[in-house]
Structures are given as C-alpha cells and as structure tokens.
C-alpha cells in the first residue's frame, strides 16, 4: 500500500495524506483523516502518489486516522442534511445584513468543528455580523471564504455543451490565464456567447489545442500577403491548418484553394524571410525548439 493517498472533499476539493498505519484502501473507499483542527472525512481518489503537495500542519503531512467504519458514514451523510439547512440559514441572514454576496456552497467538517460557508462578490464583503450570528446558532467555528466564478462552476459542478463533465469539476488542478487570443490564434469567430463557458468565462479548452496551432501555422504564409501562384499575384484570404490549405484571393476576385504542398517556394519563409524555403523541413528541423 502506497505511503501516501489522494482524498478527495465535497466540492473536487483534493489533498494528498500520509498513510503511515499502511491501512489497505481501494478507490472510492471512505477515509477519516487529520484536519487542521480536528477530523475530516473525504473518499479515496488517488493511490499512486507522492507527498510534495501534501497538506500540513506545523510542517507536517496530516495523516490518515482510519478507514471510515458505518457510524462514520452515517455521520457523514447527516452533515451533508445539514449542509443543505445551513446554507439557506445562511442566505436568510445575508439578506437581513443586506450584503452583496452570492452564497454558493456550505461544508461541514466531519466532526462539526467547522462549517465553511463559500460565495462570490463582485468586491470585498463586510460579513462580520454575519459571521457572529452563525457562530451564535451553530456554537461552532465559521469560516467565509470568496471565490472566483471558475472556482464556483468547479464546486457544483456540470456539463458543458460537449456533453461531458466540466474540465474543472473533474480534471484540472489549476487555472491557467485565458484571453481572447487563444481564440484568434486558432482562427475561431469572437462570439462570446461560443466562447464563454457555464461560469461566463472564456473555456478552459481554449489552450488544450492552442500551442498546436502556433506551431502549425508557421508552415503557412501571412494573411493579407501577396503571394505569386501559377494564375498570377494573389493575397492569402484564409488558411486552413487542419486541412493544410490556402485560400488565395486574385484581382479579378476571384478565388483559388491550393495545399501548402502546391505553394513550396512561392513566398518568403516565415522563419528566416528566404525565398523558396522549404517550410516542411524547416519546421520538423526547430521542432524540438518550439
């Protein structure tokens, strides 16, 4: 059995524990662990790891307390019951306080010494009273954490218009920087209502294939450049990197399709500007640079 596992939360919230008592677990099996003050309860998600992400406490691993017995379970389950009451408990108070924040989840650590109330705010909240009035129903320690509209889509998870589970609410760790010029340097329209995803950012797939496509489409010419064909001068209208093609637009508006196989040597490289480079044996050649 693996020194250290993976434990996944409520809302695809994941760390890594020590498993020193070498307790022999199965994926999906239920663990109590150490929290930082007092006990958590989490499923097992990953065997194969390693400690470098770890959580901690005074700089050390937390560890697994047990395997989870039916008491544990059931424990488990009435906390998720009172999840749900806690947090329209929450809500009605935010609205009696008036404060300009959007409740999105509560969570109940397993032996209910806290309860995390998360939300989103366009600015920062003021929730003091607020916190000393769920302090003083619950007699428990309260925390209210703000998150982002990703971190939100990530906690409740869903499906996206490829029919499959959100990226974020099943593999990915982190969020990478996105702007529109994922988009641009794919060819795809700006229409925001394409490009945006459940949480009203830009998709998180927009960089899976990005880096492809700045490699590819140094084989191709500049757009709106002038390049010399068989049928004369033409401006490049449109490239196609999928299918490895050019649109050429000539005088008489007219157009003209041809493959990158067809164009070898009619225009300057976009590499080193000579002319008649041959692109193909250029690209493989810095491939390993790129």
Request: glycine share 6%; hydrophobic share 35%.
């Amino acid at each position: 059995m693996s020194d250290y596992i993976e434990i996944k939360f409520k809302g695809e919230r994941k760390n890594i524990f020590a498993n020193p008592l070498q307790f022999p677990f199965k994926l999906g099996d239920f663990a109590v662990v150490e929290a930082e003050k007092g006990e958590d309860i989490g499923v097992v998600n990953n065997l194969e790891v390693n400690n470098e992400d770890g959580d901690t406490a005074g700089g050390k691993a937390l560890k697994i307390v047990r395997k989870a017995l039916t008491a544990d379970i059931l424990k488990h389950k009435q906390n998720q019951l009172n999840e749900a009451k806690a947090l329209e408990a929450c809500r009605q108070k935010i609205t009696k306080h008036k404060l300009s924040m959007k409740l999105v989840d509560s969570e109940f650590q397993f032996d209910s010494k806290k309860i995390t109330f998360y939300f989103t705010a366009e600015k920062r909240v003021d929730f003091r009273e607020l916190v000393k009035d769920l302090a003083a129903e619950y007699r428990t320690r309260i925390e209210l954490r703000q998150i982002g509209v990703r971190d939100e889509s990530k906690r409740l998870g869903g499906y996206g218009v490829c029919g499959r589970k959100l990226c974020c609410s099943s593999w990915l760790k982190t969020f990478q920087p996105i702007t529109t010029q994922a988009a641009k340097d794919q060819n795809l329209p700006l229409n925001p209502n394409k490009l945006a995803g459940v949480c009203g950012r830009l998709k998180c797939c927009l960089m899976y294939e990005r880096d492809f496509y700045n490699w590819a489409v140094m084989k191709f010419p500049e757009l709106a450049k002038t390049i010399k064909t068989e049928k004369g001068n033409g401006i490049v209208e449109r490239i196609d990197v999928l299918k490895d093609a050019v649109l050429i637009r000539y005088a008489d508006n007219s157009f003209e399709n041809l493959h990158l196989d067809e164009l070898k040597g009619k225009y300057k490289c976009n590499h080193d500007g000579t002319e008649g480079c041959n692109f193909h044996e250029y690209v493989e050649n810095k491939k390993d640079e790129l």
